[in-house]
Nanobody
Framework: QVQLAESGGGLVQPGGSLRLSCARS????????MGWYRQAPGKHRELVAA????????YYADSVKGRFTISRENDKNTMYLQMTGLKPEDTAVYYC?????????????????WGQGTQVTVSS
């Protein structure tokens, strides 16, 4: 069983920065693609960024492109989301997720494992 745990959320002012981390543990037979989703109250859960198992390919939502960077350190079983230039509309619960395959995918149906989420609030 794969387990995921997010950390790094908090309260920041508009224009500020945060780095989220996702630690993977449990039974790991191969390095798989992973991603970050977010969900604000009353809205659908949306993909923010995704990364292939090797870290060689990445996907970003148009709303965060140029501001957020996804990365991973496979020797530490950890994925990161570096967020800069934060806006109030970035406020949401951010979730770490993992697939069963190594190839990058933007489709929520392909993500089988989920963390509990970490709150990010951007407000002055």
């Amino acid at each position: 069983q794969v387990q995921l745990a997010e950390s790094g959320g908090g309260l920041v002012q508009p224009g500020g920065s945060l780095r989220l981390s996702c630690a993977r543990s449990g039974s790991i037979f191969s390095i798989t693609a992973m991603g970050w989703y977010r969900q604000a109250p009353g809205k659908h859960r949306e993909l923010v960024a995704a990364i292939s198992g090797s870290g060689g390919s990445a996907y970003y939502a148009d709303s965060v492109k140029g501001r957020f960077t996804i990365s991973r350190e496979n020797d530490k079983n950890t994925m990161y989301l570096q967020m800069t230039g934060l806006k109030p509309e970035d406020t949401a619960v951010y979730y770490c997720a993992a697939t069963r395959g190594a190839g990058l995918t933007p489709y929520i149906r392909d993500y089988d494992y989920w963390g509990q989420g970490t709150q990010v609030t951007v407000s002055s």
